[in-house]
């Protein structure tokens, strides 16, 4: 049994939580692999939001690159990634890289991925993000689940760009 008072603050933490992710600023985004399994695997795939579709490289790659360039420059916090866990979490290490000055910049390293990983970061500001597996059992299978800019508007949730702290209830 969960008090009344209790019940109503998770609908408004979970509210918070899916407007702060509503917003997918790579939608748009041209997406670009090192390599493709084939037409069934597009890099395209890691956007429609269709957890059935997914990108792919090649047999036997246990590394590959996809480049995510948006339409404009955005101010970025999150990067959520996803697998498809259906048929095996596979990839064991990953970096995040930014374009910046035509350079690419490494901003967030990690290890697997499995169903999802939500890769937090101080905010940045890029044209193009990539992402680089370095290493995964079999080939890799990946899609993005959103790339967001958290809300700056004040509220009670809120401390400062960025950042979602505890409330006082």
């Not at 339409?71 to 498809?84: C, G, P, Q, W, Y």
């Not at 000055?101 to 990983?117: A, I, L, N, S």
């Not at 080939?139 to 409330?167: A, E, Y």
């Amino acid at each position: 049994m969960i008090h009344g008072n209790d019940r109503e603050r998770l609908a408004e933490l979970g509210e918070r939580i899916r407007e702060a992710f509503a917003d997918n600023v790579a939608q748009n985004a041209a997406v670009t692999a090192s390599e493709t399994a084939d037409g069934a695997y597009s890099p395209d795939n890691i956007l429609d939001d269709d957890s059935d579709s997914f990108w792919m490289p090649k047999a036997g790659s246990e590394r590959a690159e996809l480049v995510v360039a948006f339409t404009r420059a955005e101010s970025i916090e999150k990067v959520v990634l996803m697998e498809n866990i259906r048929i095996g979490q596979r990839i064991e290490a990953f970096t995040l890289e930014y374009r910046k000055d035509g350079q690419w910049q490494e901003f967030f390293h990690g290890t697997v991925v499995g169903y999802k990983r939500i890769c937090s970061f101080e905010c940045l500001n890029t044209d193009a993000i990539r992402i680089r597996i370095l290493q995964s059992r079999l080939c890799p299978t990946f899609f993005l689940g959103r790339i967001v800019d958290f809300p700056t508007q004040p509220g009670p949730w809120h401390h400062g760009q960025g950042s979602i702290t505890t409330v006082e209830w």
